[in-house]
């Protein structure tokens, strides 16, 4: 909002007395308009990205099996490096982001 510098001003006691005016007519407005209910799934149905459609693709991954170096975390089952093993329970590995 552009500010005029030239414009007089007005004294403080008259911008205090509007500024509490105003600031109890925002308020009452708040009250009355607190809540909105909107469902997230039936707002999101109506959004289309462009190229977006996806279905026609197929995905080609090469999956290699675990190395020699590497474990898979019996919490949050990612494969890891070893050197992130920081506890053994039963047979089971657990990395470092799960127990830390």
């Not at 997230?40 to 990205?49: K, S, Y």
């Amino acid at each position: 909002m552009a500010t005029d510098y030239d414009a007089p001003r007005k004294p403080d006691e008259e911008t205090g007395e509007e500024s509490i005016e105003e600031l109890k007519s925002h308020r009452r407005t708040d009250k009355q308009s607190s809540v909105v209910d909107e469902d997230e799934a039936e707002a999101a149905e109506g959004f289309e990205l462009p190229g977006a459609d996806l279905s026609g693709e197929e995905l080609l991954v090469r999956v290699l099996p675990a190395q020699q170096d590497e474990f898979t975390c019996a919490s949050c089952f990612l494969v890891r490096h070893r050197s992130q093993v920081a506890k053994e329970k039963d047979g089971l590995l657990y990395c470092t982001d799960c127990e830390g």
